[in-house]
């Protein structure tokens, strides 16, 4: 079983950029595939990118792309996902997920969960 937790969320002006990080621990890091979900008040969670074991396959959600990148060290059991040309419809609490299954973009595939770290983007 993985454990993950997630930091870099903050306060940032539209427009500008965050890097988060999801560490893992507790299982091994390189059989996961990996997913950020993000959730704005009142609205369901929602996938944001996805990467493979390796980090050789990404994909992003079209709200995203172009903006966002996800990425991987296997060697530091870390995912990242760099973001950019913030927007306030950005604003939400971002989650870091792992997976054995499938690389998805539907959320029940996932089976662990970071606590989730908060991104504002103010106007």
């Known amino acids: 079983q993985v454990q993950l937790v997630e930091s870099g969320g903050g306060l940032v002006q539209a427009g500008g950029s965050l890097r988060l990080s999801c560490a893992a621990s507790?299982?091994?890091?390189?059989?996961?595939?990996m997913g950020w979900f993000r959730q704005a008040p009142g609205k369901e969670r929602e996938f944001v990118a996805g990467?493979?074991?390796?980090?050789?396959?990404?994909y992003y959600a079209d709200s995203v792309k172009g903006r966002v990148t996800i990425s991987r060290d296997n060697a530091k059991n870390t995912v990242y996902l760099e973001m950019n040309s913030l927007k306030p419809e950005d604003t939400a609490v971002y989650y870091c997920a792992a997976t054995k299954t499938i690389a998805s973009a539907n959320r029940h595939q996932y089976d662990y969960w970071g606590q989730g770290t908060q991104v504002t983007v103010s106007s």
């Open positions: 990467i493979n074991w390796s980090g050789g396959f990404t």
């Open positions: 507790g299982g091994t890091f390189g059989s996961y595939r």
